[in-house]
Protein backbone atom coordinates (compact mmCIF):
# COMPACT_ATOMS: atom_id res chain seq x y z
CA UNK A 1 0.00 0.00 0.00
CA UNK A 2 2.54 2.00 0.38
CA UNK A 3 3.93 4.47 -2.51
CA UNK A 4 4.90 7.77 -3.52
CA UNK A 5 1.84 9.72 -2.16
CA UNK A 6 2.20 8.18 0.83
CA UNK A 7 3.97 10.35 3.59
CA UNK A 8 2.12 12.34 5.81
CA UNK A 9 3.56 16.18 4.88
CA UNK A 10 4.91 14.95 1.64
CA UNK A 11 8.57 15.98 2.58
CA UNK A 12 10.22 16.79 -0.51
CA UNK A 13 13.60 15.52 0.57
CA UNK A 14 12.51 12.29 0.81
CA UNK A 15 14.07 10.19 -2.29
CA UNK A 16 10.67 9.07 -4.00
CA UNK A 17 9.26 12.28 -4.09
CA UNK A 18 12.27 14.11 -4.79
CA UNK A 19 11.91 11.14 -7.52
CA UNK A 20 8.82 12.71 -8.88
CA UNK A 21 9.14 16.36 -8.41
CA UNK A 22 12.46 15.60 -10.88
CA UNK A 23 10.28 13.77 -13.08
CA UNK A 24 7.95 16.54 -13.28
CA UNK A 25 10.08 19.23 -13.78
CA UNK A 26 11.88 17.20 -17.02
CA UNK A 27 8.46 16.74 -18.30
CA UNK A 28 7.89 20.77 -18.07
CA UNK A 29 11.12 21.48 -19.28
CA UNK A 30 11.36 18.86 -22.48
CA UNK A 31 7.20 19.82 -22.84
CA UNK A 32 7.92 23.68 -23.46
CA UNK A 33 11.41 23.43 -25.23
CA UNK A 34 9.97 21.06 -27.71
CA UNK A 35 7.13 23.63 -28.47
CA UNK A 36 9.50 26.39 -28.83
CA UNK A 37 11.87 24.41 -31.18
CA UNK A 38 9.02 23.16 -33.51
CA UNK A 39 7.46 26.68 -33.55
CA UNK A 40 10.74 28.21 -34.37
CA UNK A 41 11.93 25.26 -37.06
CA UNK A 42 8.20 26.56 -38.82
CA UNK A 43 9.37 30.52 -38.53
CA UNK A 44 7.26 31.28 -35.48
CA UNK A 45 8.24 34.80 -34.27
CA UNK A 46 10.15 35.08 -30.45
CA UNK A 47 6.58 36.20 -29.56
CA UNK A 48 4.82 33.84 -31.10
CA UNK A 49 6.80 30.74 -29.30
CA UNK A 50 6.67 33.01 -25.69
CA UNK A 51 3.40 32.56 -25.79
CA UNK A 52 3.29 28.97 -26.24
CA UNK A 53 5.66 28.16 -24.23
CA UNK A 54 4.03 30.44 -21.25
CA UNK A 55 0.59 27.99 -22.11
CA UNK A 56 2.46 24.87 -22.12
CA UNK A 57 3.89 26.02 -18.79
CA UNK A 58 0.35 27.11 -17.64
CA UNK A 59 -1.67 24.45 -18.94
CA UNK A 60 1.13 21.82 -18.42
CA UNK A 61 0.83 22.71 -14.51
CA UNK A 62 -3.17 22.97 -14.25
CA UNK A 63 -2.92 19.00 -15.90
CA UNK A 64 -0.06 17.71 -13.92
CA UNK A 65 -1.58 18.86 -10.63
CA UNK A 66 -5.17 17.90 -11.41
CA UNK A 67 -3.69 14.43 -12.41
CA UNK A 68 -1.58 13.94 -9.24
CA UNK A 69 -4.44 15.61 -6.80
CA UNK A 70 -6.70 13.17 -8.29
CA UNK A 71 -4.23 10.05 -7.35
CA UNK A 72 -3.81 10.85 -4.24
CA UNK A 73 -7.17 11.48 -3.67
CA UNK A 74 -7.93 8.40 -4.55
CA UNK A 75 -5.07 6.72 -2.21
CA UNK A 76 -6.14 8.51 0.43
CA UNK A 77 -9.63 7.40 0.44
CA UNK A 78 -8.54 3.72 -0.34
CA UNK A 79 -6.06 4.28 2.91
CA UNK A 80 -8.94 5.45 5.13
CA UNK A 81 -11.10 2.78 4.10
CA UNK A 82 -7.99 0.59 5.08
CA UNK A 83 -7.78 1.98 8.33
CA UNK A 84 -11.91 1.69 9.49
CA UNK A 85 -11.55 -1.63 7.79
CA UNK A 86 -8.91 -2.73 10.31
CA UNK A 87 -10.93 -1.10 12.87
CA UNK A 88 -13.45 -3.17 13.03
CA UNK A 89 -11.82 -6.30 12.64
CA UNK A 90 -9.91 -5.57 15.53
CA UNK A 91 -12.73 -4.82 17.71
CA UNK A 92 -14.58 -8.24 16.45
CA UNK A 93 -12.00 -10.62 16.37
CA UNK A 94 -8.84 -9.36 18.13
CA UNK A 95 -7.03 -12.27 18.74
CA UNK A 96 -7.58 -13.71 15.20
CA UNK A 97 -5.57 -10.31 14.23
CA UNK A 98 -3.02 -11.06 17.02
CA UNK A 99 -2.31 -14.18 15.09
CA UNK A 100 -2.23 -13.10 11.38
CA UNK A 101 0.06 -10.40 13.04
CA UNK A 102 2.41 -13.18 14.72
CA UNK A 103 1.79 -14.97 11.00
CA UNK A 104 3.25 -12.05 9.09
CA UNK A 105 6.41 -11.29 11.31
CA UNK A 106 7.08 -15.33 11.09
CA UNK A 107 6.74 -14.83 7.46
CA UNK A 108 9.33 -12.47 7.94
CA UNK A 109 11.98 -15.43 9.44
CA UNK A 110 11.13 -14.55 13.50
CA UNK A 111 11.49 -17.59 15.49
CA UNK A 112 7.20 -18.41 16.70
CA UNK A 113 8.34 -16.89 20.47
CA UNK A 114 10.46 -14.11 18.72
CA UNK A 115 7.14 -13.50 16.83
CA UNK A 116 4.72 -13.54 19.42
CA UNK A 117 6.79 -11.15 21.50
CA UNK A 118 7.57 -8.50 19.03
CA UNK A 119 3.35 -8.92 17.78
CA UNK A 120 2.27 -8.75 21.65
CA UNK A 121 4.78 -5.84 22.38
CA UNK A 122 3.60 -3.66 19.30
CA UNK A 123 -0.08 -4.74 19.95
CA UNK A 124 -0.25 -4.30 23.28
CA UNK A 125 1.38 0.04 22.35
CA UNK A 126 -1.24 0.34 19.59
CA UNK A 127 -2.86 -2.60 18.06
CA UNK A 128 -4.42 -1.16 15.05
CA UNK A 129 -0.92 1.20 14.39
CA UNK A 130 0.57 -2.83 14.34
CA UNK A 131 -1.99 -4.08 11.82
CA UNK A 132 -1.54 -0.76 9.04
CA UNK A 133 2.19 -1.31 9.32
CA UNK A 134 2.77 -4.90 9.41
CA UNK A 135 -0.22 -5.27 6.74
CA UNK A 136 -0.05 -2.31 4.51
CA UNK A 137 2.90 -0.22 5.30
CA UNK A 138 1.03 2.14 7.06
CA UNK A 139 3.64 3.04 9.59
CA UNK A 140 1.05 5.85 11.03
CA UNK A 141 -2.36 7.19 11.46
CA UNK A 142 -1.03 10.21 9.93
CA UNK A 143 0.93 8.91 7.40
CA UNK A 144 -1.93 9.00 4.61
CA UNK A 145 -1.57 10.65 1.29
CA UNK A 146 -2.05 14.53 0.79
CA UNK A 147 -3.60 15.45 -2.63
CA UNK A 148 -3.82 19.26 -2.14
CA UNK A 149 -0.13 19.37 -1.21
CA UNK A 150 1.24 16.49 -3.88
CA UNK A 151 -0.26 18.22 -6.37
CA UNK A 152 0.75 21.67 -5.60
CA UNK A 153 4.35 20.40 -5.10
CA UNK A 154 4.26 18.65 -8.46
CA UNK A 155 2.60 20.90 -10.49
CA UNK A 156 5.43 23.66 -9.28
CA UNK A 157 7.96 21.02 -10.46
CA UNK A 158 6.68 21.34 -13.86
CA UNK A 159 6.09 24.83 -13.94
CA UNK A 160 9.81 25.55 -12.71
CA UNK A 161 11.20 22.68 -15.66
CA UNK A 162 8.89 24.52 -18.60
CA UNK A 163 10.48 27.99 -17.41
CA UNK A 164 14.57 27.05 -18.20
CA UNK A 165 14.03 27.75 -21.84
CA UNK A 166 11.89 30.65 -21.94
CA UNK A 167 14.97 33.11 -21.61
CA UNK A 168 16.37 31.83 -24.16
CA UNK A 169 13.46 33.47 -26.64
CA UNK A 170 14.77 36.93 -25.84
CA UNK A 171 18.60 36.85 -25.26
CA UNK A 172 19.40 33.88 -27.49
CA UNK A 173 19.19 35.26 -31.77
CA UNK A 174 16.84 33.53 -33.76
CA UNK A 175 19.39 31.27 -35.96
CA UNK A 176 21.00 29.95 -32.92
CA UNK A 177 17.67 29.39 -30.69
CA UNK A 178 17.64 25.88 -32.05
CA UNK A 179 21.18 24.81 -30.72
CA UNK A 180 21.17 26.82 -28.03
CA UNK A 181 17.99 25.32 -26.91
CA UNK A 182 19.29 21.74 -27.58
CA UNK A 183 22.25 22.67 -25.29
CA UNK A 184 20.49 23.85 -22.41
CA UNK A 185 18.07 20.37 -22.73
CA UNK A 186 20.84 18.41 -22.77
CA UNK A 187 22.77 20.00 -19.95
CA UNK A 188 19.49 20.24 -17.63
CA UNK A 189 18.87 16.77 -18.32
CA UNK A 190 21.81 15.44 -17.60
CA UNK A 191 22.52 17.55 -14.46
CA UNK A 192 18.94 15.80 -13.06
CA UNK A 193 20.25 12.60 -14.42
CA UNK A 194 23.46 12.42 -12.48
CA UNK A 195 21.58 14.08 -9.23
CA UNK A 196 18.71 11.51 -9.26
CA UNK A 197 21.20 8.26 -9.86
CA UNK A 198 23.02 9.51 -6.88
CA UNK A 199 20.05 9.98 -4.89
CA UNK A 200 18.87 6.55 -5.43
CA UNK A 201 22.63 4.93 -5.79
CA UNK A 202 21.63 3.69 -9.59
CA UNK A 203 24.31 3.80 -12.45
CA UNK A 204 24.63 7.45 -13.23
CA UNK A 205 25.44 6.75 -17.08
CA UNK A 206 22.99 5.00 -17.68
CA UNK A 207 20.91 7.43 -16.53
CA UNK A 208 21.69 10.36 -18.64
CA UNK A 209 21.53 8.00 -21.64
CA UNK A 210 17.90 7.28 -20.63
CA UNK A 211 17.12 10.76 -19.77
CA UNK A 212 18.94 12.12 -23.27
CA UNK A 213 17.37 9.51 -25.10
CA UNK A 214 13.72 10.74 -24.19
CA UNK A 215 14.60 14.30 -24.21
CA UNK A 216 15.99 14.58 -27.08
CA UNK A 217 13.79 12.63 -28.80
CA UNK A 218 10.93 14.25 -28.18
CA UNK A 219 12.78 17.39 -29.38
CA UNK A 220 13.88 15.80 -32.87
CA UNK A 221 10.01 14.85 -33.45
CA UNK A 222 9.28 18.79 -32.45
CA UNK A 223 11.93 20.25 -34.50
CA UNK A 224 10.49 17.44 -37.67
CA UNK A 225 6.98 18.46 -36.92
CA UNK A 226 7.63 22.04 -37.34
CA UNK A 227 9.63 21.77 -40.18
CA UNK A 228 6.67 20.65 -42.20
CA UNK A 229 4.72 23.95 -41.65
CA UNK A 230 5.60 27.61 -41.89
CA UNK A 231 4.50 30.95 -40.34
Known amino acids: MAGPHDDGDWDPS ?4 RRMLRIHANDGLIAAAGIIQGLNSAGATGAEAMV ?22 AERD ?14 MSPQEEFAELVAIYRRKGLTERVAH ?4 ELSEKDALAAQLDAEYGIAEL ?10 LWCAAAFVVGSAIPLPFLTIVPV ?22 AKSDRTNAFQAVLRTLGIGLGTMAVSLFAGS ?3 F
Do not use: K, N, Y
Open 117 to 120: DVAR
Open 52 to 73: AALATMIVGGLLVFGAEFGEAA
Open 175 to 196: LTREIALVVIVAVALTASAVIG
Open 78 to 91: SQLAIVEAERLRLE
Open 228 to 230: LVS
Open 14 to 17: TSAH
Open 142 to 151: GALARPLRVG
